[in-house]
């Protein structure tokens, strides 16, 4: 079975997510949320944007979204465009 995963992206690179929560969070959380952008949607929900390094980091992330009692909208993995991969450069 391959990996279709593996080709896309740099093993050595974090991997960018967007984690989106419902209700809004001011920008004095990035430090807690490990730097990632808080940005506020249309509806009025935050979304959390930026490189994770690992699996593990992904879930001290959504563990401090839990903690807060904000409920979890979703998680997308953002796949890099043409122009942010290396080999296309």
């Known amino acids: 079975m391959t990996n279709t995963h593996a080709s896309?992206?740099?093993p050595g690179q974090p991997?960018?997510?967007?984690?989106r929560i419902e209700g809004q969070l001011g920008c004095q959380w990035s430090d807690w949320f490990e730097g990632l952008a808080i940005t506020?949607?249309?509806n009025g929900n935050t979304v959390l944007t930026g490189p994770v390094a690992d699996q593990?980091?992904?879930h001290g992330l959504l563990k401090k979204v839990r903690d807060l009692g904000m409920p979890l909208l979703a998680?997308?993995?953002i796949e890099p465009g043409p122009a942010?991969?290396?080999?296309?450069k």
């Open 8 to 10: 896309q992206t740099d």
């Open 84 to 88: 942010d991969r290396p080999d296309m």
């Open 15 to 19: 991997i960018v997510y967007q984690i």
């Open 40 to 42: 506020l949607d249309d």
């Open 75 to 77: 998680v997308n993995r």
């Open 56 to 58: 593990a980091a992904l």
